[in-house]
Structures are given as C-alpha cells and as structure tokens.
C-alpha cells in the first residue's frame, strides 16, 4: 500500500512540473513571499510603513533622483534585528530633501527643492549643535546627505512608491494566509460534520450554507467589517467568515461520498469512535479538491482586500495596501501619471492570476483521468 501511494504521488509531483504555467506560477507565488517576508529589507525606505513623507516632491516621475539631508536622532531605541525586519526600522532619521546649503552664523541654511516651475521656497533654519561633530558645511554634506533615487518614483505625499509598494505585499499575503486559515478551519469542521452525521444536524448547517451562500460576499464582508470596526484585524475576520461556505460544500459531498466505502464501514466495525474515524480515514482521503479551492481562495481573499481598501474600510492609513494605492491615485490615470495606479492594479494582477493557475495546476495533477 505504502509503495503504491509513493507511487501515486510521484506521478501527481511529476504531472505538475510538467505543466510549465503552474510551475512559473509557483514560483511567482515563492518571489512574492520573499519580498513579502524581507519587505523591509529590500525597501529604500526602511521606516516602519515606508511612511516618510516630503511633500515637495510628490508624484515625481519613476528614476527621481534628489539630495536629502539627514538630521541626526538624539536618543536611539534599541530595536532587535528580526524586529526591525517584522516592523522596519524605529530610529529613523528626519529628512529634508534639499537644493543647496549654507552656513549662516550658528544656522544652517536649507534650501528645499526647487520646482520645475521656478518657484524657491523659505529655506529652513537648523541649528549647528544639531551636528556635534560635523560643523562644518563641507563634513555636513560628507556625513549627513545622501542622494536619494526613487526607481518607481514618488506618491502624491512625497513618498516612495517602491517601498509602498515592496510592503504594501505583506498585506495580501497576510490576508490571504489568515482568510484562508479561517475559512479552512469552519468549513471542514461543519462539512465534515453534516456529511458524516446527516439528519437534522446535516440540514442546520445546510441551511446555514445557504444562508450566507445566498448573500453577495462583498456586501456580507462589508456588513462585518462595519459591524466589527475598521482595521486590518476586522478586514481578516469578516473575509474568512465569507469564504468557509464553499469549502464546507465541497467537504460536506467528500464525507458523504467515502464514508459508504468498504474501509470505513470496517472501521465502523472494530469500534472506532467517530472523531478517529473522521481525522484518520475519511478527512485525509476528501482534502485534494479543498486544496485546489484554497489556492482559488487565497486569490479571493486578496481582490476582496484590495476592494475593501479602495473603498476606505480595509488597512487603514498608514499602513500600505495595494487597494488604498490604487483609491490614492486612480485620478493620475488621466492626468499622465498612470502608473501611480497601475503598478499596484499589476501586482494585485499578477499575484491573483498566479494563484489561480496554481489551483488549475494542482487540480490537473490531483486528476486520475488525466
């Protein structure tokens, strides 16, 4: 028996690797969990939300470069490795992005970034105790300026769109991995118990199942989002209550199907209980469909997310999602700034359509006609 499953699941490995869309798409999956995972590291921007704001120069065009001078903390906090990772890094210093600089008595002088139209603002006074060891105008620009280049360009509040959008991932994942989890957890356990146990039990939860079926998931996601409150806490509840229904569907027709095999009723025989008879024999054998439907969930729950965060309900600011990303800045699609929107919509694209392929994948290969 164990030589013959060995077997069955090579020929189930080796019918997914030979399809070259599941496989790419696998691997798309792997890189977005990486950058999702070391989002922080791989940001320009490391401040914790990639929240550094610099007003003059919002909506830059992507390759943006500019001189930014670093004010000096006064008082670090200690911050772990992995917490600066998880979180981004706390002791980030003040930036000023600037023209030039001048010395002015006991003041440095600030020029902030003069616009393409010609218009020079107020520059800004800071005074030279804020630099202990570098007084000097030429020691400043050697030890606290920086050229700062924005490879994606900047948002309409001056911040980078590359970091926005590397951390703005850790959202969609997280959603997806929580939604799902949810979703997996309620549905096998009433599935599997109105299939396994039947009669009144199994028409309570069926009539339950259509119940929520019957309602539209985004305004049922909405409801409990604005009954819960605003957050991305909320957002991850509301989001896995929806989405358990057709997983206790298809779990509910599994149970009913194995449990009239001749296995089961052997082990109805020796005396099992029914909870050993449902976790080692019958849940085990009715998995590979709800697998295939966790993949196309997954991608539900990140275009139900990112919906949600359009409308100003899901991640609330300033935490990056790539759905406030596209509310922030649909309007630049005409105004010739398009790809202020579009690189969040291609990312939310590209990581949902990876994620059905997957499924369509893995169902392929889980299929003994095939």
Avoid at 84 to 103: A, Q, R, S
Avoid at 185 to 210: P, T
Avoid at 254 to 268: F, G, H, L, N, R
Avoid at 297 to 311: K, R, V
Wanted: hydrophobic residues 45%; glycine residues 8%; proline residues 4%.
């Amino acid at each position: 028996m164990s030589k013959q499953n060995s077997g069955n699941n090579v020929s189930t490995l080796q019918k997914f690797t030979h399809n070259f869309w599941s496989v790419l798409s696998l691997g798309i999956i792997i890189c977005f969990g990486l950058i999702a995972g070391f989002a922080y590291v791989l940001a320009p921007d490391n401040s914790q939300n990639a929240n550094q704001m610099h007003l003059s120069i919002q909506s830059k065009s992507p390759g943006f470069s500019i001189s930014m001078l670093h004010i000096p903390l006064q008082e670090k906090k200690e911050q772990p490795w992995i917490h600066k990772i998880i979180y981004g890094d706390l002791n980030v210093t003040t930036e000023y992005p600037f023209d030039h600089l001048e010395i002015q008595k006991d003041k440095l002088l600030v020029y902030p970034y003069v616009t393409p139209d010609g218009f020079e603002g107020i520059p800004k006074k800071i005074s030279l105790t804020t630099f202990p060891e570098n007084r000097t105008l030429n020691k400043i620009i050697s030890k606290h300026t920086t050229k700062s280049t924005f490879i994606l360009g900047t948002d309409k509040y001056g911040r980078d769109l590359l970091s926005r959008l590397l951390i703005g991932s850790r959202i969609s994942f997280s959603i997806g991995f929580v939604a799902v989890f949810i979703s997996l957890f309620i549905g096998i356990l009433l599935g599997a118990i109105g299939g396994y146990f039947g009669g009144l039990l199994d028409h309570i939860i069926m009539w339950l199942i259509n119940i929520v079926w019957s309602i539209p998931t985004l305004l049922l996601v909405i409801a409990i989002t604005l009954a819960l409150g605003k957050g991305l806490f909320q957002v991850y509840i509301a989001i896995g209550l929806t989405m358990w229904v057709e997983v206790a569907r298809i779990v509910r027709g599994q149970v009913i199907s194995i449990k009239e095999q001749q296995y089961i009723t052997a082990a109805k025989t020796l005396g099992y209980s029914h909870f050993r008879t449902l976790w080692y024999h019958i849940l085990p054998n009715s998995l590979a469909p709800v697998i295939v439907i966790s993949a196309a969930n997954f991608a539900g729950a990140i275009l139900i997310e990112s919906g949600l965060s359009f409308l100003g309900i899901g991640a609330q600011p300033p935490i990056p999602s790539w759905g406030s990303m596209i509310k922030d800045h649909y309007s630049y699609i005409i105004l010739g700034k398009a790809y202020l929107a579009l690189a969040p919509g291609i990312a939310i694209m590209l990581l949902v359509m990876s994620f059905m392929l997957l499924g369509n994948g893995i169902r392929d290969a889980l299929d003994v006609k095939n």
